[in-house]
């Protein structure tokens, strides 16, 4: 330590420069932002869950659709239900997922609009 002395390095600095290789922890953040075990896994969902694009029928109205199933959809906590809707504008039918709220069953109408 004498020869430290001489070139200006105290007891603390020679401390901090034993110690600074493994002080302290990766963060979680900084974790998360270079590997690939932290993406969701999104291969098997059901689809993006929506409400009906605003058109012409819903601003002047409503639009009835109809609960045909009750889906689940990994990675989420609430189920799926698929609603058909009849195009305004097309002879066909439109497949919308909502997310189900509770008392929602097959069969059942619902209102959009």
Excluded at 15 to 28: A, E, F, P, Y
Excluded at 48 to 71: C, F, N, T
Aim: aromatic share 8%.
């Amino acid at each position: 330590l004498k020869s430290l002395r001489l070139t200006g390095v105290g007891k603390a600095d020679l401390w901090t420069r034993r110690r600074k290789s493994n002080m302290g922890r990766v963060i979680r953040g900084s974790r998360k932002g270079k590997s690939l075990i932290f993406t969701s896994k999104t291969r098997l969902r059901k689809g993006a869950v929506k409400l009906r694009p605003v058109d012409y029928a819903e601003r002047s109205g409503y639009m009835k659709g109809l609960v045909k199933k009750i889906i689940h959809d990994p990675g989420r906590g609430a189920p799926l239900a698929e609603v058909v809707f009849h195009d305004p504008y097309r002879y066909k039918l439109k497949k919308e997922l909502f997310v189900a709220v509770e008392g929602v069953h097959t069969g059942q109408f619902v209102y959009c609009g």
